[in-house]
Structures are given as C-alpha cells and as structure tokens.
C-alpha cells in the first residue's frame, strides 16, 4: 500500500535536547511538507520541499531544520532553541503535476513531549 | 496573506441530526479548497475539494460543499450525521495570488470539533 509513515509516534525528550522526527513516504511525490498541530489553532506550516536537495521556510521554521536528501524521505528535526517543541507533527507530501497535485497526503503523525 | 475562519470551534449535534460546519476565507480571486477530517491521533484525510466547475462538491460519505466567490465562504454540511462522523473539521485554501514561496501554500482554518451524540 502506498502512503506516508512516521515514526516514532509518541516521543519523549528532556529540555534542551535535539530530536529527529521521521517521515518516510512510498507515493513517488516530489513535494514534502511539515506541519505543527497545537489546540485550536489549526496547523502551521514550518517547511517544505518541492524537489529533493530543495527546502523552504514556511511560518514558522525558528527552531526547526530539516533535510531533503531522498525524494522519499524528510525528516525534521526539533533544535534546543525551539521555545515550546511540545506538539503534534505531521507530515504531508504531494504531487507536483497531474490532477491531483494540489492535494496533500498526510501521515499519521507524532506527538512529542518535552520535559 | 490569506487568512481561513472557521466560524465554530465545536460543534455538537445528535445523531441524524443535520449539521453545517463553517469556514469563511480572505481572498476571492483564485483559490482552491478543501476540507479534511481527523479522528483522534491521526492524520488528515482529504474529504472533498473544490477546483473548478461545479460550487457544490460531494464526498463519497455524505458530506457536501458549496463554494460561494462572493461571500468567501466553503460551508461544510451533512443532512444527517452518525457517531462515526464525530472527529475534527479542518478548512484549507490555497491562494495563487499570494506571490514568491507562497503560491500554492495549504492555508488551515482553526479546526471545528464535531461532536454527535445517540
């Protein structure tokens, strides 16, 4: 089956530490997104990537980096300087042309908690 | 910037009850919209889209939407809802009049939390 994976899906870390979150999707897409999910306000992007060795800044990148080595994989990670890095993350990807290319797939996310 | 208002952030109802979900959007020139569904600790799932054509979409469960250009707005309703559709509601646009790095960006409305009760 195709689709997007995350992995872990619950993750715990201590303050100050750096974590990498992974995604992983087998659907051919060349455009790859994060997203942060907090209570009540919906999601924000805080980057993408529309080809491989390619990224942007979406609203709210400070504090987060990510690479895009592999048109299949993107992963994120959450630096010591994020301010409140406790949140749910998603990742989503996406076709660059065809009918279908606006839309995104998301996958099942991961809740990371910092102590 | 474009900017998605989802107009409640919870919404309950009883079984078989009809229901509307709200979104309103800033911009009305040239967009896409979509609506997504996630159930609890889960990702998004496209639930019907707007592109061209047709202002009314449906989806494969029951759920419809109405694309409205002069009052901006992409209401989600359903005439009669199930516990299973309890969930959250989310509002997305893409704007293709934002310039640069934007084009195309997927706007969020806040969510809407459906609730439906036996």
């Known amino acids: 089956d195709g689709g997007i994976t995350q992995s872990p899906k619950y993750l715990f870390r201590k303050e100050g530490q750096n974590v990498t979150l992974s995604c992983e999707q087998n659907?051919?897409?060349?455009?790859m997104y994060w997203y942060r999910q907090d209570p009540g306000q919906g999601l924000r992007l805080i980057y993408y990537?529309?080809?491989?060795?390619?990224?942007q800044k979406g609203d709210i990148a400070e504090g987060y980096s990510v690479s895009r080595e592999k048109k299949e994989s993107f992963p994120l990670t959450v630096t010591s300087a994020q301010k409140n890095p406790t949140a749910f993350y998603l990742c989503?990807?996406?076709?660059?042309?065809?009918?279908?290319?606006?839309?995104?797939?998301f996958g099942p996310g991961t809740r990371l908690t910092v102590t | 910037a474009q900017s998605v208002t989802q107009l409640d952030s919870q919404v309950p109802v009883f079984e078989e009850a009809p229901v509307e979900l709200r979104c309103n959007y800033s911009?009305?020139?040239?967009?896409?919209l979509f609506w997504y569904v996630q159930y609890p600790n889960q990702g998004l799932q496209l639930l019907l889209k707007?592109?061209?054509?047709?202002?009314l979409v449906e989806s494969i469960n029951g759920f419809e939407a109405e694309f409205n250009k002069s009052q901006t707005s992409f209401h989600l309703r359903k005439p009669s809802v199930h516990i299973s559709d309890t969930a959250e509601y989310f509002c997305?646009?893409?704007?293709?009049?934002?310039?640069?790095?934007?084009?195309?960006?997927?706007?969020f409305g806040q969510g809407t939390i459906l609730t439906v009760h036996p």
């Open positions: 989503a990807s996406s076709a660059r042309w065809g009918v279908n290319k606006y839309e995104q797939y």
């Open positions: 659907l051919n897409h060349d455009a």
């Open positions: 990537s529309q080809i491989v060795n390619d990224f």
């Open positions: 911009s009305s020139v040239s967009v896409y």
């Open positions: 707007y592109l061209s054509g047709s202002t």
């Open positions: 997305a646009v893409i704007d293709f009049n934002a310039g640069g790095t934007s084009y195309g960006k997927l706007t």
